[in-house]
Each structure stands twice: as C-alpha cells, then as structure tokens.
C-alpha cells in the first residue's frame, strides 16, 4: 500500500511558522480536511506538531528530527504528518495542550501528539530528541514503536481506547457547565486572589514562584494594584512593585531597545528566552503605567514608553497594524568570536547580547567603562559564548562614586551611550518576524496604546487609532459581521475566536475612550454583538463558534469535524483569558445599550463559573475582574464637552482610578442625537442619558457602584466626591 501522503503541502500556507517547514523532507499537511481524509483512506495515525514561529524548541526539533531524511521516512511512510501553527489555530492548540496537562501535568510548545485517524491523541509530548537521552526517548524510535503498535490489532485496540479516554476527559475539561449556577462571586475575591499573590510572591527576586523561570504575570500585577488601592496593603503593593522592579532590571527587558522577552529562565529574570511578542509588549506597558499612576514612580512610564516605542518601531506595519512575533535567533555579528566558523547558523539571543570588547569597539572611555560596569558586561559574561545579556548591575549612586562624577553626569553619559550601542546593534544580522497581524493580539496593543494616550500622550492614541483603522479595514466584513482571524501580505484567515472578538472589542472600545470619536465604540457594539449571538452559549461563552448553528456568512475553519471540543478559555495565561475579557467587556458596554442584554449574559456567565472562579481567584484574574464588574459597575468617568480639556487629560492620565470606564460625549442634547444616530441607537443609553453640559461648560458625571455625583465643571471635585465615597465605605 503506498504511503498516505505524496508531498510536503505547507508550500500554500502563508502562515510565517508552515512555510519554515515547507522544505522539510517531512510530507507535512496542513491542518484540514484533507489530511484527515488521507488518514482515514489509509487508516494511518497522525501526528500532530503544534508550534509558532519565533519558539526556539520548535527551531531545535525542526533541525534535529523534521529536517532528517531518515526521520522522515519514517513519518511519511506511517503516519499523516500535520504542522499546526498555534496562533493561527488556538482552538487546536487549547484541545492538545489540554490533554497534554491532563495526561503528563504540563505542556509546551513544541507540542507533539500522536493521533487516531479522526484526530483523537492517544500518545502526547513536547519536545523529543533525535536519539534516546537518559530522561527521553528518542524521537525515531518513538515513531517507529507507534507505528508497528499500530499496526497490531490488539494493541491498536488499547491505543484507540486510551485515545477515547483522553479525550472525554479533555472534553469534560474545555466544554465544563456545572448542572446548576452557583451564587455569582463578588468584589471580596479582588483582596482574596491578592492575598494569595502575596502569598506566592519571590520576595528575594520578586515574581511569583521560588524556583526555575520566571514569566511575566501582567494580570496577577494588575490584581495587586487594584487590591492596594482598595484596601491600603503595603504588602500587596510590595508584591506588585517588586515585580514591576525585577521584570525591568533584568535581561527579560531589553535595555538597549527595550520591550520584553517572553520570560526569564531562571529565578533571579536574568536569563531569558529571547522572543519578543506583541502581545508581552502590549501587557506589560498597561501595568507599568498603572504602577505610574498609583506610585508616580516616572521609570514605570519611561519602561512603558519604551516598550510601546519598540513596537512602533519594529512590529507595525507601515499602514498601522501590527505583526506578531520577532524570532529568539539570529545569526551572530560577524565580529563575534567563533561566529566566522558557521556564521549561516542562528543563535539564540545572538542580536541582544554583547561582550566587553563588542562595547569598546563603539564607544570611548568613561562610557565605555560605565555603560559596562551599568549593564554587568564582562569578560566570561553571563550567557552562552562569553557573551552577556545586558541587566542593571550597577546603580546610578554606585557609578558617580566609581568614576568620580555627579549622578547627573552618570545619567547623560549612559543615555548617550545606549543610543550609541542602540545604532551599533542595528547593524547586526536581525531576527525574523512573524509579520501576521492577528484580530486578537492587535486588540491588546490598540488597548496598550489608547492607555498611553492618556499619560504619554496624544500620539500614542494616533497609534491605537491607525492600528485599529488597519485591523478593521482588513479583517472585518461589515456586511455579515464575521471578523476574521489573521491578515498577512493581503491574505486573510478566519473565521475569528472569541479573543479576536472580546480583544478588539475592548481596544476599540479604549480608542473611543481617549479619543471621543463613536465610531469605535459603534465598532465595539458591532464586536460584542457578535461574541452574544456566535460564542455564548450554554450559560458561557465559548472560545469557538456554535458549531450546530453555524451561520452562513461566517462558515467553518477547515478541518473543524477532527476537533474533539469546544474550548472555554478560563484561566489567564500568555494572554488573559478571552472569557473573561468577553465578559467584562460585555459588562462594560451594556451602558451604551438601551436594553440589558450584555449585561444578562455577563451575569449569567459569571453565575456559570461562580465556584470555579471562587475555587481558585487567582489562576481566573480576568474573570475575577469580571465579576466585580458585574457586581459594582465599577467607576464611570462621563465628560459632556466639544473635547476633553487638556488639563482633565493630564488629570486623568496620572490618577489611578482601577478599571475606570471614560465615556466621552457632545455637550448638547442636539450632538448627543446625532451621535446617537451614527451609533443606529433610538435613545440615550444610561451612561449618556440626562448628562449634558452645565451651562455651556465641559462638565463630568463620576460615578462609582451606580451612584453618580452631580455634575461638576471641575474634576478634581468630582474625584474629590469619588474619594469621600470611598472613605465612608
């Protein structure tokens, strides 16, 4: 019988991970119909490899395994191999990560299974070496045991029961809906998730967790501040700006472009794993200048800008949008020691790290000197090659002692060397990008920049803005309401997930907020609409699609019949968790509605999960939020004027108000209808009814719990009323 498949078809993906894959000796097939249609002709397993682009791991098994000729026979010969890009199919990605935790207590990327025909795993891993290690089986020998297991008939029956084992029990998981819905939880979990924050805090190195890496938890951060700010504790506020302190002073942070990796491999956020992710360098600069605005520390703002400065400047499209990832390697700079041997080979970090001799060459003395003694650059350094990853080992006080200057000559002469090692950098051999422009992550950078808006300027909302325009424009058919998943070089996937939906709501949403134009919230509305009538369901809202009712103009995403689950997406992880953004963001928007549909269905689902989210606050941080949404309403900042005055900008750029809803609108009753009727609203909605100018006057309704103060031409008496509120609580 000839082998199931003929070719390696990744070379008609657009997708930046599949075409790394498009030349491998390995017959990889897309994640479809087809594939599965070939496995069951051929009554072969399937073996699914799940990765993205910028993963160094999926790097290192492609090199080791997928590029072996003798490997590939042997998948090509047994097996349907099938490649999934994890950011394009997270709906895959979630199912097979789910019965990875299940099965082996973790999961990772690269994320490899083993399959029955129709798609159910019955053997799950990460990553595998070549050849037997001591801990590992090696990755021929696997395959080559899979596929003559498979090929006897009483062990095949134990594989396809433990496949239907495997995955009922990861149904059970992802398509959870208790019998009954429990008492919706409240406010009380903010301080409940906090104090077990704190109880996880490093307090030697700060994050969470004692031991191994360290990952950037922006939600846990966001957690802690709200937690402080409600009740005062300084140790909550430690926990957070520990954390916010380490994640900045340590390699994970790129202190000579900036922005974040994606995490630190070690306990001390020295080390770290060297991809740069949009959707990192969109969270992070939120909590940062969150820490700005409730400490006035001004280096949690300057990190955020930076942070955001590094996506403008090297994830955004020319036209607006952004693309996704900037790849762990690189080839080395070809001054670097040992790099003239194999310099076709990418390194991992080769682009940000330095060695002494690499910062003499650009710069003179002192700053040579000091910019090396600021960043710990030395000989032996503290990574791979002798080379260092730049952290802050020096502070500013130690260096005007050593060097004999002021703080302030110290100061000057390490902002002009880091732009100097900043120009020298540029001219090293770069990573690559992931340049899809996905709905969702875009829908968190769009909320990042409107944020900045509000503190660093009017600029940074430009931004949110232009992103917004490029991700609509491209990824959004108006006429049918179906937003896509991902825009590359003109071409689109899609159908969307639930976290395109709530993500780009909730940016929208935001650009509305700081800008005053309604054309996003109208866009915002639109979105919502859409996660009501195509993800909730059940009492909950689905990552996917209703699949018995689907819609005619949205239709399917190829190869959906071999998913084994419909997806909720309930904890918080690289990114929040889209249920609860969906949730909050539905919470929020249902001021801008004339009935309360939003808001039923973001009760209901937080009545769905109320033991889930009660079991366990802190590994559901955004539902959390959520459901204090849905119980207090939170704060809501009404501004009825031609623009907001620029001194209310600064005002509430740098006050820290949590989870603060600003809802901009004209100061007539006669603007308001006409608004209204841009928005295809017949009425006023509660948070702009009855709220217009005093006398002419910019004026401002804040209220809080669903009780408004009277309307103020002063600001900072309205937060003065919203502050003695508070007190007497």
Request: proline residues 7%.
């Amino acid at each position: 019988m000839s082998q199931p498949t003929d070719r390696n078809r990744l070379d008609e993906e657009a997708s930046p991970y599949l075409r790394q894959h498009a030349d491998n000796p390995v017959n990889w097939q897309p994640w479809d119909d087809e594939a599965f249609e070939r496995a069951r002709e051929h009554d072969a397993p399937v073996f699914v490899s799940i990765g993205y682009s910028s993963c160094h791991w999926c790097h290192v098994m492609a090199e080791e395994s997928f590029e072996d000729e003798s490997i590939a026979a042997v998948l090509n010969e047994s097996f349907v191999p099938i490649k999934v890009d994890r950011e394009e199919r997270p709906d895959v990605d979630s199912t097979f990560m789910t019965v990875s935790q299940l099965v082996t207590g973790g999961g990772g990327w690269p994320l490899s299974a083993w399959c029955t025909p129709d798609g159910k795993p019955f053997y799950v891993g990460t990553y595998f070496p070549p050849e037997p290690s001591p801990n590992q089986p090696g990755f021929r020998d696997l395959c080559e045991r899979i596929a003559e297991s498979w090929a006897d008939p009483e062990q095949r029956e134990e594989m396809e029961r433990r496949a239907e084992q495997w995955t009922t029990s990861a149904r059970d998981e992802l398509e959870s809906i208790p019998d009954a819905p429990a008492e919706a939880p409240g406010s009380d979990l903010l301080e409940v998730a906090a104090a077990a924050a704190v109880r996880g805090y490093d307090t030697e190195y700060g994050g969470f967790g004692s031991g191994g890496a360290k990952f950037p938890m922006p939600g846990r951060i966001d957690l802690l501040l709200r937690a402080y700010a409600a009740g005062g504790r300084d140790a909550v506020l430690a926990a957070a700006t520990g954390t916010l302190d380490a994640m900045a002073a340590g390699g994970m942070y790129d202190r000579i472009g900036g922005g974040f990796h994606r995490y630190a491999v070690d306990r001390k956020w020295t080390i770290p794993h060297f991809e740069k992710m949009l959707y990192d360098n969109a969270e992070l600069p939120m909590v940062y200048l969150d820490g700005y605005r409730l400490t006035g520390d001004p280096s949690y703002a300057r990190i955020a800008s930076e942070s955001l400065g590094f996506l403008d400047r090297e994830l955004r499209h020319p036209e607006g949008g952004f693309f996704s990832t900037l790849d762990a390697r690189s080839r080395p700079p070809a001054e670097r020691s040992g790099a003239e041997s194999d310099d076709d080979a990418d390194v991992e970090g080769a682009f940000y790290v330095w060695t002494p001799a690499e910062v003499d060459a650009v710069l003179n003395e002192p700053a040579a000197s000091i910019a090396k003694q600021r960043y710990g650059i030395r000989s032996g350094g503290n990574f791979e090659r002798g080379t260092t990853v730049p952290t802050i080992a020096a502070s500013i006080e130690e260096l005007a002692e050593d060097h004999k200057l002021s703080a302030e000559e110290v100061r000057e002469i390490l902002t002009e060397a880091r732009v100097t090692l900043f120009e020298a950098r540029e001219s090293r051999p770069r990573p690559a990008r992931d340049e899809k422009v996905l709905a969702s992550w875009n829908g968190r950078a769009i909320s990042a920049f409107a944020a900045a808006g509000w503190t660093l300027g009017e600029p940074y909302a430009v931004i949110a803005s232009d992103a917004l325009a490029f991700v609509r424009e491209r990824l959004y058919d108006a006429d049918s309401g179906v937003l896509a998943r991902r825009w590359l070089d003109g071409d689109v996937r899609g159908p969307g997930y639930l976290d395109d939906y709530a993500f780009l709501a909730r940016g929208a949403l935001d650009v509305y907020a700081v800008t005053g134009d309604p054309d996003p919230l109208g866009f915002a509305l639109e979105l919502a609409t859409g996660v009501v009538e195509e993800f909730a369901d059940d009492g909950t809202i689905y990552f996917t699609r209703n699949p018995d009712e689907p819609s005619s103009e949205s239709g399917g995403t190829a190869g959906d019949d071999a998913l084994f689950a419909r997806p909720q997406e309930f904890t918080d992880r690289s990114t929040p968790s889209s249920l609860g953004v969906a949730t909050e963001t539905l919470a929020l928007l249902d001021g801008f509605r004339t009935d309360r549909r939003f808001a039923e269905v973001a009760e209901t689902v937080v009545r769905t999960h109320g033991d889930r989210i009660r079991g366990s606050p802190l590994e559901h941080v955004s539902l959390v939020r959520a459901a204090d949404r849905v119980e207090t309403g939170g704060v809501e900042v009404t501004v009825a004027a031609e623009a907001v005055p620029d001194t209310w900008r600064e005002t509430l750029g740098e006050r820290y108000l949590s989870g603060a809803l600003v809802a901009p609108r004209p100061p007539t009753a006669a603007g308001l209808g006409e608004w209204l009727d841009r928005l295809g609203l017949d009425e006023a909605p509660p948070i702009w009814a009855g709220r217009d100018a005093d006398a002419g006057e910019p004026t401002v309704y804040v209220c809080e719990g669903r009780v408004c103060s009277p309307p103020e031409t002063d600001l900072d008496a309205a937060l003065e009323w919203l502050a003695s509120r508070r007190e007497q609580k």
